[in-house]
């Protein structure tokens, strides 16, 4: 794997929209490219992913990361994770010059408030200095079936320029697993970052 741009740092925020698994292996294949992360994860991601992949998150979320670094079988050094009150983090500021942003999954709630400029946790202020730095940002919303609000929002984000990747896997490459759904879903993620992977199952390739 390779990246296509110079960005080697990105912060990748999982929030409580079902879906844990989508943003868990988008951390593990970001890892395998060798980029660092910046983890956010919210309370309500915590219960999703005790719920969905019955992982139980370390209290302190500056363990998370070597946490899940185990977990994913991936180099600790690439993983940073932090409070979401943290207001000290790289995240945190435009001035860190970080290559951008992934929400997998992102909750309507989380949506709602990216586009509405709230600051109140640091996925939301991370958010926020990625559309503000004219960073790239990308969202995978999970909700069905999806509301005139909903809709309004994700309009007006992709109007800024996000990318808003909805968590709907294609089926035209026949998957077999659920794996295979995931990976279709955290390809285009990748492909939306800037990260070039070998392993993507491209249309006509």
């Known amino acids: 794997m390779t990246i296509q741009t110079p960005a080697r740092q990105l912060i990748v925020a999982i929030t409580g929209a079902s879906g844990a698994a989508y943003g868990l292996r988008l951390i593990e294949r970001l890892a395998q490219a060798g980029i660092t992360q910046h983890l956010l994860i919210s309370d309500a991601a915590r219960v999703v ?3 969905e992949v019955d992982i139980m998150l370390p209290d302190d979320a500056g363990a ?3 946490f899940l670094a185990q977990y994913l079988n ?5 993983l940073k994770s ?3 009150n943290d207001w000290f983090s790289a995240a945190a500021s435009g001035s860190s010059g970080l290559g951008g942003m992934a929400i ?3 909750s309507m709630g989380t949506l709602a408030r990216v586009a ?3 600051s109140d946790n640091l996925i939301e202020r991370a958010a926020d200095v990625v559309l503000k730095e004219h960073g790239r940002l990308v969202l995978m919303p999970r909700e069905t079936p999806l509301s005139s609000i909903h809709l309004e929002h994700m309009l007006k984000l992709s109007n800024l320029g996000v990318h808003i990747i909805p968590a709907m896997p294609g089926f035209y490459h026949r998957p077999s697993s659920i794996a295979e759904l995931i990976d279709f879903m955290v390809d285009r ?3 939306h970052l800037g990260v070039d992977s070998e392993d993507m ?3 006509g390739a």
């Open 104 to 106: 997998v999954p992102c």
């Open 82 to 84: 932090y409070a979401l």
């Open 116 to 118: 509405t400029g709230a």
């Open 189 to 191: 993620v990748l492909a």
């Open 201 to 203: 199952k491209r249309w």
């Open 49 to 51: 992913l005790k719920q």
């Open 74 to 78: 991936v180099p600790e050094s690439l």
């Open 64 to 66: 998370t990361a070597a």
